[in-house]
């Protein structure tokens, strides 16, 4: 069995990949986008990833959206720039998830996964 590389960013743990989609530039959601009347807990565990987000966030570039949902539960991802490595995250209710995107170019507004 192989075990998974781990990276803390933020106070979180996150599996690392070599390779994340990164999630759209343009689409922007938050929790009062997609729910009507949000759960308590939902609010909670949303707040919790944002306000930790912003804290150790370094760019102004950096994002956290909800890329999708249900009536139970929702994917948050985003890119975050933190000790100056730049990283897209995507975080499910039982995982983390990070690829470091240092080095990589930006192209029409987009990334892309030339190094």
Not at 12 to 19: I, Q, R, S
Request: some cysteine.
């Amino acid at each position: 069995m192989s075990r998974k590389k781990m990276v803390a960013l933020g106070g979180k743990e996150f599996e690392e990949y070599n390779y994340l989609y990164t999630p759209g530039i343009h689409t922007r959601r938050s929790l009062s986008d997609v729910y009507k009347k949000p759960s308590k807990l939902k609010e909670a565990i949303y707040n919790d990833w944002i306000e930790g987000f912003s804290y150790c966030s370094e760019s102004c570039s950096d994002f956290l959206t909800i890329d999708s949902y249900s009536k139970q539960s929702f994917r948050l991802s985003g890119m975050v720039t933190i000790n100056g490595e730049r990283y897209v995250i995507k975080v499910t209710p039982s995982r983390n998830y990070c690829a470091n995107w240092t080095g990589y170019k930006q192209c029409n507004g987009g990334e892309t996964n030339d190094r």
